[in-house]
């Protein structure tokens, strides 16, 4: 029989001294109190010792290699303190619905409409209810794993008669992709329809999985890596979806069990925080036993390493895990009736991508709006930034023939650490949940407008030329959120075009790498809505350099037609 994993027991969390041992004056009474903190740490959900997102101590996992102790969403005692989103309420996007007689995910849905079990699509309903589950599976019934905020409350924006329900403030978007255009630029001026100021709603949405392919777009690994020339640069990025670059969203990047980039997650300026997504959870003994087909065009140390334990679609007959003839077994919870660890078919330990990872965020903000209910969508934001934790804070920068590709770690003038692979850093639910706890709201919002280039057309520099470009000039002195553009070029090829947006205090942002794959229908290339999250809390006066370079042609002939900057702050 395959080996089944099993978590260790006690590994990282305080112990008793051992009956009869001698301990020091006050001690015992030390020793009780930690034991009772351990009891109320670890949920009776058996499956809450394989969720390494919630607790890792290094334990064995679904997969063939443990997570990096500490790598988790330090939820650390939120729960027994009460904070556990109750109070709280989620809307979920998807185009599957929630499975709603799911007996860890029932309790928490707002209304439970009936589902078609027999014309649902599979994927769809598993999709969303693992979504579901990691915000917001019940704990502590003794069944399958917990969750993040365990008390919040979800509503199924797919089911029927979703928008009579009360109105979320959260919204989760896990569908989300990095597409392979830029919205071309169009002549009416971006609208400000994404910027109340006030508390209006927040939407939490995945960054994409393209970072190596793209091939449920049609975009092969091949065609990546020819694009990306083996620069170690994303294929496509996260800055070309406009919804990332709306004020109102948190565009979240995915982090693997050990602690780096998830192998799939897109880069790009547009990104705000990283959420953890894991890898693909796969266990070679049940893939080769089995004689399931691996996935093309992933690493074997990216397949089988450790993803995300949450919900599936209920039943041993649908969903991911399931003990249909025939049906493949990639790990221990496999098989539905097969699994000696859970035999419902009810869960899954192969969620992942930056569909994972964004719940993970929301389930996050959900505990920082029960602990302080007056946060806008501004403070939110504001909050999972400055408590995020850098991570991976050694990586180096990408270069190519004297190019920077990739900047690594940039620390801005107000002394804010920003990547492109990470936003600001993994969010940490204990030092977000104390900082709302303690938050004075941000000032009223500030928006400068669309402010337009005052130059004429600019040349498109070569790779070798100065560090020069058309600029802006920003006369409020507000401390920045996020910085939107818009841009119109005369070049037709712009997987070779490398544009770099530097403020006034000499932070560089680079919005597109060349080698990013990027398509032209027709036309040439232009931007209606990007944006760059580097700058948070620089203040937005002074003179803004937008820097447009060919990185192949070393004499090109194409130029910037016009640039536009708003910057929006308090």
Not at 40 to 54: I, N, T
Not at 515 to 522: E, G, K, Q
């Amino acid at each position: 029989m395959p080996h089944v994993p099993a978590p260790d027991d006690t590994s990282g969390f305080p112990a008793s001294p051992a009956p009869g041992a001698a301990a020091p004056d006050g001690a015992h009474a030390h020793a009780a109190s930690a034991a009772q903190l351990f009891e109320a740490a670890v949920p009776d959900d058996p499956l809450f010792p394989y969720q390494w997102h919630l607790k890792n101590t290094g334990q064995h996992v679904f997969g063939d290699t443990r997570p990096q102790a500490g790598v988790d969403l330090n939820l650390g005692t939120l729960h027994q303190q009460g904070i556990t989103g109750k109070g709280v309420v989620v809307a979920i996007h998807e185009p599957g619905r929630i499975d709603p007689d799911h007996e860890d995910l029932a309790p928490n849905l707002l209304a439970r409409h009936p589902l078609d079990r027999a014309t649902a699509g599979d994927f769809d309903v598993a999709h969303a209810t693992a979504t579901a589950g990691i915000i917001a599976a019940v704990e502590g019934n003794g069944k399958g794993g917990g969750s993040i905020a365990p008390g919040a409350q979800l509503i199924d924006m797919a089911a029927p008669g979703a928008g009579d329900l009360p109105r979320a403030r959260l919204h989760n978007l896990s569908g989300g992709s990095s597409p392979v255009l830029f919205t071309p630029y169009s002549a009416a001026e971006y609208p400000d329809q994404d910027v109340d100021g006030g508390s209006g709603d927040l939407f939490i949405k995945s960054g994409g999985n393209e970072f190596e392919s793209a091939e449920k777009i049609g975009v092969s690994a091949q065609a990546c890596s020819a694009a990306t020339g083996g620069t170690g640069t994303s294929c496509l990025t996260a800055a070309a979806e406009s919804m990332n670059a709306m004020a109102r969203v948190v565009t979240v990047a995915s982090v693997n069990a050990a602690g780096v980039k998830a192998s799939y997650s897109s880069s790009g300026s547009t990104l705000w925080v990283s959420g953890l997504g894991g890898e693909y959870g796969h266990e070679r003994q049940y893939v080769t036993d089995s004689g399931a087909v691996g996935l093309p065009n992933v690493a074997d140390a990216h397949l089988y390493a450790p993803a995300i334990v949450t919900t599936d679609m209920s039943g041993a007959d649908r969903g991911l895990n399931r003990d249909r003839p025939g049906s493949p077994r990639y790990n221990a919870l496999d098989g539905g009736s097969l699994s000696s660890v859970d035999a419902s078919g009810d869960y899954t330990a192969r969620a992942n991508g930056t569909s994972a990872a964004a719940p993970t965020v929301t389930g996050v903000t959900a505990l920082m709006l029960q602990a302080n209910p007056a946060l806008t969508w501004r403070d939110i934001k504001y909050i999972l930034a400055t408590t995020a934790r850098q991570i991976d804070p050694d990586r180096q920068k990408i270069v190519w023939q004297g190019l920077v590709l990739d900047d690594g770690w940039v620390t801005n003038a107000a002394g804010r650490a920003f990547s492109n692979w990470y936003g600001y850093g993994l969010v940490d639910a204990t030092a977000a949940v104390q900082a709302a706890q303690r938050h004075t709201p941000l000032g009223p919002l500030r928006n400068t407008g669309w402010l337009a280039t005052a130059d004429k057309e600019a040349p498109v520099a070569a790779r070798e030329a100065a560090a020069s470009g058309p600029r802006i000039t920003v006369d409020d002195d507000m401390k920045i959120e996020t910085v939107q553009l818009r841009l119109r070029t005369t070049h037709k090829n712009p997987n070779q075009l490398h544009i770099v947006l530097t403020s006034p205090s000499g932070t560089s942002s680079i919005i597109l790498p060349a080698h990013t794959l990027v398509a032209l229908p027709d036309g040439a290339f232009s931007i209606d809505l990007t944006a760059s999250n580097a700058f948070l809390d620089e203040s937005a006066r002074g003179t803004w350099t937008l820097r447009v370079v060919d990185a192949k042609d070393p004499a090109p002939t194409s130029a910037v037609v016009s640039w536009e900057l708003r910057v929006l702050g308090h």
